[in-house]
């Protein structure tokens, strides 16, 4: 039988963990699994990782590749002991392990005991976010449990435009969006520059007629403080869960290469030390 913790203190969707009784009355804390992928080097570009996707998000964004993962199940709950076994018995073939999901700041208690297993073990530990969740994405960096962040910018800081893509759930406050994003944004820019997070990662799924405008990649940017890389991801339309999304969506490489200037024009080194292009024809491409 399992129990679903709520975080009183929360105003947002606030399931934190789930627990179970064994027999001899140990409380065990499970995570809502998705699966494991080893080893994976595009996760976390340069090292070779494990990647555990978890289950459920607040969001339900029209070009969501991982639709699978994002309704909650009981029938996937695995206790955390589960994936610390698997994590441990690869540790020697990893620099890393990922947490993606669905979003992973969902079941941020069942994550920060794994993170903190997977310290022990003198492995690194990347999240990939979409920025619902700020207070815990504060929470975990300053717990020391995370060293890199691949954070989500999805639309303009316009509330009615980032609701469209990301259309979060009836429980997630619309009209608080922009703001927990925000927030997120500036969270993990001034633990990059204090150095409590060892990389930043800030990117952006790019379609046509979504948010390929140049005005719009402004106001993107712009409120960047600091990240260790900016990524123009080309956006699939045919993994996506909106069928309305058809090919006339995708940017080209040469349109995405283009925009990716015009950010390394706009804004300094100081602010973005690296600006890329992901493509399914070439994966990254760093911009000069
Ligand atoms: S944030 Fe959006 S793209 Fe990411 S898992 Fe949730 S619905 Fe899918």
Redesign the pocket.
């Known amino acids: 039988m399992y129990m679903l913790n709520y975080d009183e203190n929360s105003s947002i969707n606030n399931r934190i963990s789930y627990t179970q009784t064994s027999q001899s009355g140990k409380i065990l804390i499970n995570l809502d699994f998705g699966e494991i992928i080893y080893p994976s080097t595009i996760d976390w570009p340069g090292k070779v990782s494990l990647v555990v996707f978890t289950r459920g ?5 029209i ?5 699978k ?2 309704d909650k199940d009981e029938s996937n709950y695995k206790e955390i002991a589960y994936i610390e076994n698997i994590i441990s018995k690869n540790s020697v073939f990893l620099d890393a392990v990922v947490f993606s ?3 992973p700041f969902e079941q941020h208690i069942a994550i920060c005991m794994i993170t903190q297993f997977v310290k022990k073990l003198k492995l690194q530990v990347g999240i990939h976010t ?1 920025g ?1 969740y700020p207070d815990r994405i504060r929470q975990m960096i300053e717990s020391g449990s995370v060293d890199a962040i691949f954070l ?1 910018v ?1 639309a303009p800081f316009i509330n009615e435009r980032y609701n469209n893509i ?2 979060p759930s009836q429980l997630y406050p619309k009209d608080k969006l922009i703001e927990n994003i925000r927030a997120s944004l500036d969270i993990c820019c001034k633990a990059r520059v204090e150095n409590k997070l060892k990389f930043l990662e800030v990117r952006s ?1 790019i379609f046509r007629d979504i948010n390929s405008k140049l005005d719009d990649i402004k106001n993107m940017v712009e409120p960047i403080g600091y990240c260790d890389a900016y990524v123009l991801q080309q956006g699939r339309t045919e993994i996506a ?1 909106d069928n309305k999304m058809d090919d006339e969506q995708i940017v080209t490489r040469n349109e995405l290469l283009e925009i990716a200037k015009f950010v390394r024009r706009l804004i300094p080194f100081e602010k973005i030390k690296v600006v890329k292009v992901r493509t399914r024809e070439l994966g990254d491409e760093i911009i000069p």
């Open positions: 998000c607040p969001f339900n964004c070009y969501c590749c991982n639709s993962f994002l999901g669905g979003e979409n619902a989500d999805k990301a259309c799924t869960m």
